[in-house]
């Protein structure tokens, strides 16, 4: 029986608060709030910036035993064109930047990236509260102008942990390219991410594929139908715009379920998140799984 963990991409975003969190509630207590509701979390801030180990501890100290944090990794590992204000004060100096003012990619950075990230995550490993790890790709990272060994040593850097990739190139899946990705994936046991986004042939819109290449987990993460919001949406609210209805929600729940038949675990993240558009799918999908006895989560 697969264990099915239902979240959302952060749990601190704007819209949550003014339409989904009780209005007089503390921000202290949003993260309870919202364990209450949820097991399991996509922190989102980290792609952005490193937290402090006390802020990652005081995550733990806040959310029950059972609680699971994924982590999507910083910008700079995840090949985002990424300012040198993005890292932490200590390496700004030691980044080399091209000529437009952005960090360039090296071993040595990677390393440091790395080592600052997983120290700060460290309180999760020694809470037992440390999901998937998410390497969010970008759009420009496709296969005509890079290769998927370009990753392998961050790879390294984050062996042993769970590493789920989502590429946002929909020619990594493309024709011949997609038995190439898939052993890729395969040989370094990490966890594709499937994906619910717009039914629209564009090279920024993955089709939503089920692909099967961890040996215990697998991950969907649905970002809306929108397909003007996400191509051409200015705001992450604009991007992932959409509310969907309660047949869409069975839908994916009855994709979840088979893509999940062979696996340990299976993580449903909605990362829709205009207003209160995500936590509130998220939570109909809760239902909509308890409605269906064979299945845990």
Same mark, same amino acid.
């Given at each position: 029986m697969?264990?099915?963990?239902?979240?959302?991409?952060?749990?601190?975003?704007?819209?949550?608060?003014?339409?989904w $969190?009780?209005?007089? @509630?503390?921000? /202290?207590? %949003?993260?309870?709030w919202?364990?209450?509701?949820? *097991?399991? +979390?996509e922190v989102?801030s980290?792609?952005?910036?490193?937290?402090?180990k006390?802020?990652?501890?005081?995550?733990c100290?806040?959310t029950?035993?059972?609680?699971?944090?994924?982590?999507?990794?910083?910008?700079f590992?995840?090949?985002?064109?990424?300012?040198?204000?993005f890292?932490?004060?200590d390496?700004? $100096?030691?980044?080399? @930047?091209?000529? /437009?003012? %952005?960090?360039?990619v090296t071993?040595?950075?990677e *390393?440091? +990236?790395?080592t600052?990230m997983?120290?700060?995550?460290?309180?999760?490993?020694?809470?037992n509260?440390?999901?998937?790890l998410?390497?969010?790709?970008p759009?420009?990272?496709?296969?005509?102008r890079?290769?998927l060994?370009?990753?392998?040593?961050?790879?390294s850097?984050?062996?042993?942990?769970k590493?789920?990739?989502?590429?946002?190139?929909?020619d990594?899946v493309e024709g011949?390219?997609?038995e190439?990705?898939?052993?890729?994936f395969?040989?370094h046991?990490?966890?594709?991410?499937s994906v619910?986004?717009p039914?629209?042939?564009h090279?920024?819109?993955?089709p939503?594929?089920?692909?099967?290449?961890?040996?215990?987990?697998?991950y969907?993460?649905?970002?809306?139908?929108?397909a003007?919001?996400?191509?051409?949406g200015?705001?992450?609210?604009?991007?992932?715009?959409?509310?969907?209805?309660d047949?869409?929600l069975?839908?994916?729940?009855?994709?979840?379920?088979r893509?999940?038949?062979s696996?340990?675990?299976?993580?449903?993240?909605?990362?829709?998140?205009?207003?209160?558009y995500?936590?509130k799918?998220?939570l109909?999908?809760?239902?909509?799984?308890?409605?269906?006895?064979a299945?845990a989560f």
């Amino acid at each position: 029986m697969s264990k099915i963990l239902v979240g959302t991409a952060s749990w601190s975003d704007l819209g949550y608060i003014a339409e989904w $969190y009780p209005p007089t @509630l503390p921000a /202290s207590q %949003r993260l309870p709030w919202y364990a209450q509701h949820f *097991d399991m +979390v996509e922190v989102n801030s980290t792609f952005y910036s490193i937290p402090d180990k006390r802020t990652t501890q005081h995550w733990c100290e806040q959310t029950p035993e059972n609680f699971t944090f994924n982590v999507k990794l910083h910008r700079f590992l995840s090949r985002h064109s990424t300012g040198p204000d993005f890292l932490s004060p200590d390496l700004r $100096y030691e980044a080399e @930047l091209d000529s /437009s003012g %952005r960090v360039i990619v090296t071993p040595g950075m990677e *390393d440091a +990236v790395v080592t600052r990230m997983l120290e700060a995550l460290e309180p999760f490993e020694r809470c037992n509260k440390l999901g998937v790890l998410l390497l969010q790709l970008p759009p420009s990272f496709g296969p005509r102008r890079h290769q998927l060994h370009e990753l392998e040593h961050l790879l390294s850097l984050l062996q042993g942990h769970k590493l789920a990739v989502e590429l946002r190139n929909r020619d990594w899946v493309e024709g011949i390219q997609l038995e190439a990705t898939t052993e890729f994936f395969h040989s370094h046991n990490l966890v594709f991410v499937s994906v619910d986004t717009p039914a629209v042939d564009h090279f920024k819109l993955m089709p939503s594929i089920d692909i099967t290449t961890h040996a215990r987990i697998g991950y969907l993460r649905a970002h809306g139908r929108n397909a003007r919001g996400y191509l051409t949406g200015r705001t992450v609210a604009e991007r992932f715009d959409y509310d969907y209805p309660d047949e869409e929600l069975e839908e994916i729940a009855e994709r979840a379920i088979r893509f999940s038949e062979s696996l340990d675990e299976m993580h449903i993240v909605f990362n829709n998140n205009r207003g209160a558009y995500a936590p509130k799918a998220a939570l109909k999908m809760k239902q909509v799984l308890e409605s269906k006895p064979a299945w845990a989560f």
